[in-house]
């Protein structure tokens, strides 16, 4: 079965609740990286106090913070004697994707599968709407998909260049998405 997991799609699509419930099903280490800023930010470690810093301002965390937090987390759980891992939410463009290559590499754990999970936009409008969150009108919700899509597209091309990409229709129960992905772990 593949333990080494990475997560992509849109905004909407249910990266979130899949890495979740997956992470939780098969004991795979979560690492979301808005989750593992706030936790080394609640640690007070050093990474967490440069973060805390940087958020304060108002600037977003460098690559090289995010990647030495996520080091930080594979380096602990070799060390604890493995495991499997799930990635959501990191990388977001082709440079942290090149230098988060290089750290698992280094690190022996590449990555043995990218999951794309796919959406109609009309559908990723709808659910995104739904979630009632102030900040979330249509003409938002638009910019950002398209901001999604200039980021990631490469990133899409570039785990498909190497393999790694596989895609599934992220449409429907949180089950039948979930039944959709485990075929895909083997």
């Known amino acids: 079965m593949k333990q080494r997991l990475l997560f992509l799609g ?3 699509a249910g990266k979130g609740t899949q890495a ?10 979560h690492l979301s990286t808005g989750d593992l800023l706030r936790a080394e930010v609640a640690a007070g470690s050093d990474l967490g106090k440069e973060a805390e810093a940087v958020m304060a301002r108002g600037e977003l965390v460098s690559d090289a913070l995010v990647l030495a937090i996520v080091r930080g987390r594979l380096e602990a759980l070799a060390a604890s004697g493995g495991g499997g891992w799930l990635l959501d939410g990191f990388p977001r463009n082709l440079a942290q994707a090149e230098a988060l ?14 999951v794309l999970m796919e959406l109609d936009d009309a559908v990723l409008i709808q659910r995104l709407l739904s979630r ?3 900040d979330d009108n249509e003409s ?3 910019h950002r998909l398209e901001v999604y899509r200039e980021q990631t597209a490469p990133l899409i091309h570039h785990y498909q260049q190497l393999g790694l990409l596989q895609a599934i229709e992220a449409n429907g129960s949180v089950d039948a998405i979930a039944e959709r992905i485990a075929a895909l772990l083997g």
């Open 101 to 114: 290559g290089l750290l698992l590499d280094e690190l022996q754990q590449p990555i043995e599968l990218v």
């Open 20 to 29: 979740q419930q997956l992470a939780a099903d098969r004991q795979l280490l």
């Open 10 to 12: 849109p905004p909407g």
């Open 132 to 134: 009632g969150r102030s």
């Open 140 to 142: 938002v919700i638009r």
